[in-house]
């Protein structure tokens, strides 16, 4: 996938929450635009209290997150 495709889902308002898949079968959520940046062929995620660091050449695929709000009692 081309960097320039993550920036630009980053860049878009309002923000949509994403799903990125590698090609070893793992995936991440990316929540928020500042959770996830782009520098050259490499994307640096904060990901569940870690960071991944992830060669966009591994990426297959990005989709829509699904999102459940949450409820209220």
Same mark, same amino acid.
């Given at each position: /996938? %081309?960097?320039?495709?993550?920036i630009e889902?980053? #860049?878009?308002?309002p $923000?949509?929450? $994403? *799903? &990125? +898949?590698? %090609?070893?079968?793992?995936? +991440?959520?990316? %929540?928020?635009?500042?959770?996830?940046?782009? &520098?050259?062929? &490499?994307?640096?995620?904060? %990901?569940?209290?870690?960071?991944? #660091? &992830?060669?966009? /050449?591994n990426?297959?695929? *990005?989709?829509?997150?699904?999102?459940?709000?949450?409820s #209220?009692?």
């Open positions: /996938m %081309n960097p320039d495709d993550i889902i980053l #860049r878009t308002s $923000f949509q929450p $994403f *799903v &990125v +898949f590698l %090609n070893d079968g793992s995936m +991440f959520t990316v %929540n928020h635009p500042e959770q996830a940046m782009i &520098v050259g062929d &490499v994307m640096y995620v904060a %990901n569940e209290g870690r960071g991944v #660091r &992830v060669a966009m /050449m990426v297959t695929r *990005v989709e829509t997150a699904e999102i459940t709000p949450p #209220r009692s």
